[in-house]
């Protein structure tokens, strides 16, 4: 799959501030993507990770900076769809930042694991954005949810922001709603699998940072159980 930014990578803290998108500006922006691919004759799907899933869908944030997406199967033809879109949105609202459609969760997903994780996503279907030219799925909950307890225990990419520990609790409760009749639990050694599953590095911040996203989804959720066993 190709890449949708307006450079090469940076290095953290070489960027400028990206504007603030709320939910409102997000859905016109996708509306402007979707209108100019199918005027091409286009239908693409691409795979949303990160903030812009919880603004627009799970709406547990009031704003994020980007959407970051990814799909293994596009090719240079549909990534160029979507770089033009994307440039239609921002002539329509210079606000947008020139940014904010891109494609650099690719940096942060190892090369092997993108078609597992874009098939993954598609049979998850949890559907962001549906119009005619785009669909938008969620990344798996699983994996952001990883991501998440990745990052806050500094294993992985970037330094913890305030509000991940929230976005995983969110993101781990949207992964247990299909079973919350079986009580909704997990064990820590699935969590541990899927680490294994993700190339993540487990460390012992890992077990701590767990515990304090159990203790948060128990006491958001009111429960009187540990989610995670």
């Not at 940014?99 to 993108?114: E, T």
């Not at 009580?183 to 304090?212: C, H, M, N, P």
Request: aromatic share 12%; with cysteine; hydrophobic share 40%.
């Amino acid at each position: 799959m190709g890449q949708i930014c307006s450079g090469p990578r940076k290095t953290p803290g070489s960027d400028p501030p990206l504007p603030l998108l709320n939910r409102t500006m997000l859905l016109q922006a996708l509306r402007t993507v979707a209108t100019s691919v199918a005027k091409t004759g286009g239908n693409l799907t691409v795979v949303a990770v990160g903030g812009a899933v919880n603004t627009i869908y799970l709406q547990s944030r009031e704003t994020t900076r980007d959407i970051d997406f990814f799909n293994a199967y596009l090719g240079p033809d549909d990534v160029n769809k979507l770089a033009t879109a994307a440039r239609d949105a921002i002539k329509r609202n210079k606000g947008l930042g020139e940014d904010w459609f891109n494609s650099r969760a690719l940096f942060f997903v190892p090369n092997d694991k993108h078609q597992a994780l874009t098939d993954e996503a598609f049979s998850q279907r949890e559907i962001i954005f549906e119009e005619p030219g785009l669909t938008v799925l969620a990344a798996p909950w699983n994996y952001a949810f990883c991501c998440k307890v990745d990052r806050i225990a500094r294993a992985g990419h970037g330094d913890p922001r305030p509000y991940d520990l929230d976005d995983a609790m969110h993101y781990l409760a949207r992964y247990l709603r299909p079973f919350k009749q079986d009580v909704g639990q997990i064990a820590r050694e699935k969590i541990r699998a899927w680490f294994v599953r993700y190339s993540l590095e487990w460390t012992e911040s890992t077990d701590e940072v767990l515990d304090r996203v159990s203790e948060r989804y128990v006491t958001y959720f009111n429960l009187y159980y540990s989610v995670i066993t």
